[in-house]
């Protein structure tokens, strides 16, 4: 029987070879988007490795010979540069990852990007923070991303020993665990739901391609005699032969593309071309699983002949989904609506009550999406004035689970995305930087976490005398913990920060002079400190701000000046924005990978929706033939069809996009007290030229029709 169902793959004649091609096309593209899926996990994995390893938690105290090693984070241009301070205790001290040797005091190591960087800015701006000799660049092994900025600065174990978060390690790198990123996890496993549904129904739908034609044929061996297991043979081995061509496909174009695919900054930094590996066990799962899950569909398709080698011919209209499909999806909503000002206090919690709220939206959204179509449909043929809309509504309506099959993961890829997009624009809507140029993204701030009795007035008159600096004032610790952290005389505050409460000589202030997530204000008013002029001068320095015009040059020079002169900084000295910076990068990298499954998904529904066509048009050969010989012009037909694919599509998309709005809105609301801002154009025209690209191939398949519906199709038929 396997070598039958081999001929009749494989020599079956024009028909079968065009069902063979496509059904492997499908299959390539489906296994391409699994590998790369899989690739895409390990990625990310091995991009947190490398980032963990340079935060090291594991101590040796008392080791022979350890490796003195601080990690701190500086930054420039809103960038983030991560500067590891090391110093080996002796001979026997382990070398960091990455580098030919340890650097000792006065020298450094720097990523090929931070190289580049420093070439082409100003030393004032940023190589002077760096003094001594560049000893070369640091290897792939030590950064997660070629985007990355690392510096490792050598120093004697003294001053590395005096320098905050210190670690005495006896061995680097191979131990460092991955972070322990679950929100990362969640969020990759989401998205790549999003994008694995639409590929295994592409996959589904390519390989029940002319199901209906298989099923008179396979019922006819059946009449002759055939047993059920010899028909599932048979069946299983065509299937098998294309996905096995179309898995070998898929392997090809992921290896041919695996380049491209790694330089794109899916988390807000590329990764290395190595990075997208797969492992023995992905390679064995898309190998085998993906034919194995062709053979199955194949199988699956063939259940009425099974039954009966008459089941074919006896096809009745199928029972109506009934209104209890939406029960899923009203509890999701309801749950995340609930717990609206009652969110968990832990993580854990929090999983557990908004997680299967989305599950439970994505259940009831496939489970409704029938009877949604069917009353869709419906309501076309209460209004259709055509023929064309009376015949594409009727049909919809006697099997709205087949209209829905092929569009179902397109609206389960568009709610996601939805959700992901609205949640992610919000996020930084809320918490991104401070609009460049503007004084909150010109104030730059040095904290002191230990006592600063004073700060030099030389320091003070070298940046003051910086380009584009308008102030730089000393802010005092506040002996009142319950009021503002930092107390400074009125006099002394900018204007453009504000002023004093009247009659008052010393004000309470934010350490930074702009209190966290406002605004700087010349308008505010700070309130009065019960603290002396006196008193004032002989509290200790909690911060020096900065304040500037805006631009780079001055923010960067002046940064420059307080690392010099602030060595032991525990954070180095920052601007309203720095912090979000890799935290918004990072969210605008999920926003763009969420574009590209936005694209992909569409795209594959598109396929889909093409083979639907494609298959619905040969196995509807005869009644259209018909139609035309009783009169029915062309453009009737090809009206019905467009119809039949387009106007589910449409419809599934506005419903899915809602959905997932309102989803965002109802986690926002309950997660952070947020209210949902809207996606930029860029997101609606990703969808609407996506949905055009998926109406353009439906459209392409519509001069099939009257090739295949000649009256030499009815006689034969």
Do not use: H
């Given at each position: ?141 030590a950064l997660p991303s070629p985007d990355a900025l690392v510096v490792i600065v050598g120093h004697t174990v003294d001053e590395v020993a005096g320098l905050p978060n210190v670690r005495q390690l006896t061995s680097v790198g191979a ?543």
């Open positions: 029987m396997i070598r039958f169902g081999l001929r009749l793959a494989v020599a079956g004649g024009r028909e079968a070879l065009t069902r063979l091609i496509i059904i492997a096309t499908a299959v390539a593209v489906g296994a391409g988007l699994l590998l790369v899926t899989l690739a895409g996990l390990n990625a990310v994995n091995a991009q947190l490795t490398r980032y963990a390893s340079l935060y090291p938690s594991a101590s040796a105290e008392g080791g022979a010979d350890p490796l003195w090693w601080s990690t701190r984070e500086d930054y420039f241009r809103g960038e983030q540069i991560v500067r590891v301070d090391v110093a080996a205790a002796g001979p026997g001290a382990p070398t960091p990852v990455g580098i030919p040797k340890t650097p000792g005091p006065g020298e450094y190591y720097v990523s090929p990007q931070l190289t580049t960087l420093l070439a082409a800015t100003p030393a004032a701006e940023l190589g002077d923070r760096y003094p001594g000799r560049n000893l070369g660049t640091i290897g792939p092994a131990d460092a665990p991955a972070l322990p990123e679950t929100v990362v996890d969640l969020i990759v496993g989401v998205i790549a739901g999003g994008l694995l549904f639409p590929v295994l129904i592409f996959i589904g739908t390519a390989t029940r391609l002319s199901a209906a034609r298989r099923e008179q044929r396979f019922a006819a061996m059946r009449l002759v005699g055939a047993t059920p297991k010899q028909i599932s043979v048979i069946a299983a081995t065509e299937a098998a032969v294309a996905a096995v061509a179309g898995t070998a496909l898929g392997f090809v174009l992921f290896f041919a593309f695996r380049g491209q695919l790694a330089a794109i900054p899916f988390t807000g930094m590329r990764f290395f071309p190595d990075d997208m590996f797969l492992r023995p066990l992905d390679v064995l799962v898309v190998a085998l699983g993906v034919p194995a899950g062709a053979a199955l569909a194949a199988w699956v398709s063939l259940r009425r002949v099974r039954i009966s080698p008459l089941g074919v011919t006896r096809q009745v209209t199928p029972r109506p989904p009934r209104a209890y499909r939406l029960i899923p999806l009203v509890l999701g909503v309801a749950e995340l609506a609930f717990f609206i000002g009652r969110r968990p206090e832990t993580s854990d919690g929090q999983t557990a009550v908004f997680l299967p709220g989305l599950l439970l939206i994505m259940t009831g959204l496939v489970l409704a999406g029938p009877w949604l179509t069917m009353v869709g449909a419906r309501v076309m043929a209460g209004r259709a004035r055509r023929p064309a809309a009376l015949i594409a509504a009727r049909r919809l309506a006697d099997n709205p689970k087949a209209g829905f099959r092929a569009i179902s993961g397109i609206m389960l890829a568009l709610f996601v995305t939805s959700v992901a997009i609205g949640v992610i624009t919000t996020i930084v809507a809320n918490r991104g930087p401070a609009r460049i140029g503007s004084t909150d993204a010109g104030t730059l701030s040095t904290s002191f976490s230990d006592d600063q009795p004073s700060v030099p007035d030389a320091l003070l008159v070298e940046l003051r005398s910086v380009p584009g600096v308008r102030s730089a004032t000393v802010i005092r610790r506040n002996p009142d913990r319950m009021a503002e952290p930092g107390v400074v005389a009125c006099t002394d505050i900018p204007q453009a920060y504000g002023r004093c409460a009247d009659d008052a000589t010393v004000a309470a202030v934010a350490q930074s002079l702009v209190p966290f997530r406002e605004s700087a204000s010349a308008t505010r008013i700070w309130p009065a400190a019960p603290v002396s002029l006196d008193d004032l001068r002989r509290l200790p320095v909690a911060a020096i701000v900065v304040g500037t015009d805006g631009s780079t040059v001055p923010i960067e020079r002046s940064r420059t000046v307080l690392s010099l002169a602030y060595p032991n900084f525990w954070v180095a000295p920052n601007a309203p924005g720095d912090f979000e910076s890799s935290f918004t990068d990072q969210l605008r990298g999920w926003q763009q990978l969420a574009n590209v499954i936005i694209v992909a998904s569409l795209g594959l529904a598109g396929c889909s929706l093409a083979v639907s066509v494609v298959g619905g048009l040969s196995e509807r050969r005869r009644p259209f033939s018909l139609l035309r010989l009783s009169g029915a012009p062309v453009r009737v037909l090809r009206r019905v069809v467009a119809l039949e694919s387009a106007v589910p599509m449409l419809a599934v998309a506005v419903v899915a996009v809602g959905m997932g709005f309102l989803a965002a809105q109802l986690f926002l609301k309950a997660q952070m007290d947020y209210t949902l801002t809207a996606p930029g154009v860029e997101f609606y025209a990703i969808v609407l030229v996506g949905l055009a690209a998926c109406l353009g191939i439906i459209a392409s398949t519509l001069p099939l029709l009257e090739r295949i519906t000649g009256p030499e199709t009815a006689r034969s038929e």
